[in-house]
């Protein structure tokens, strides 16, 4: 049987999810979109870290389009002065066909800042501003995977928009089914328990 490495079931459009033992502060219980995945390297963005800034402050056009809280989320570690926005697509809506998005998977796509925020008001369920990313390089996040830093789920479209009043790092886990669900009880830091 041939050795299929630990990432090969990441894809964009799935998430990674942090292990209850993930203590990187950078990645502690968080749940992951990945928007890129190929053998160079892996790109996403953190969707349960919302910022104290508003959309309005850094992208005046965008403030008033993007999903409640209006406010930026922190994507990840990696070039925190660059912004990427995820746009949830309407219904019988597809990235081919509307003009300044790329497509991702499925409803889910990526959206060019420089395009106009009227134009594409109307196509999408709604929209998400990151600052920063996540990224891995060749090899690296096989790596962490196989240490058992992260699980990888299937993403919902919603997932995307999901608003910090809800625990997404605990509710992904918990529709995953058992035993995965389990882990959305884990304490952590099992010197706390």
């Not at 809506?93 to 990526?110: D, F, H, N, Q, Y």
Request: proline share 8%.
């Amino acid at each position: 049987m041939e050795n299929v490495s630990a990432d090969a079931m990441v894809e964009p459009g799935t998430l990674l999810v942090a292990a209850p033992t993930m203590f990187d502060p950078n990645f502690r219980r968080t749940v992951v979109f990945v928007i890129d995945h190929r053998a160079e390297g892996t790109l996403g963005v953190v969707l349960n870290r919302p910022s104290e800034v508003g959309v309005h402050e850094v992208l005046p056009h965008w403030g008033d389009h993007v999903a409640e809280p209006r406010s930026v989320f922190v994507g990840g570690p990696v070039e925190k002065k660059t912004a990427l926005c995820l746009a949830a697509l309407r219904t019988g809506e597809t990235a081919a066909t509307v003009p300044g998005v790329i497509a991702v998977r499925g409803p889910v796509a990526l959206v060019d800042l420089d395009s106009d925020p009227d134009l594409l008001a109307t196509k999408v369920r709604g929209l998400r501003v990151f600052a920063g990313y996540a990224g891995w390089d060749a090899g690296q996040l096989a790596g962490e995977i196989e240490r058992g830093d992260w699980l990888i789920v299937p993403a919902l479209p919603g997932d995307v928009l999901a608003t910090p009043m809800r625990d997404l790092w605990g509710h992904v886990l918990r529709r995953q089914g058992l035993p995965t669900a389990l882990l959305a009880t884990h304490p952590g830091d099992l010197q706390r328990n």
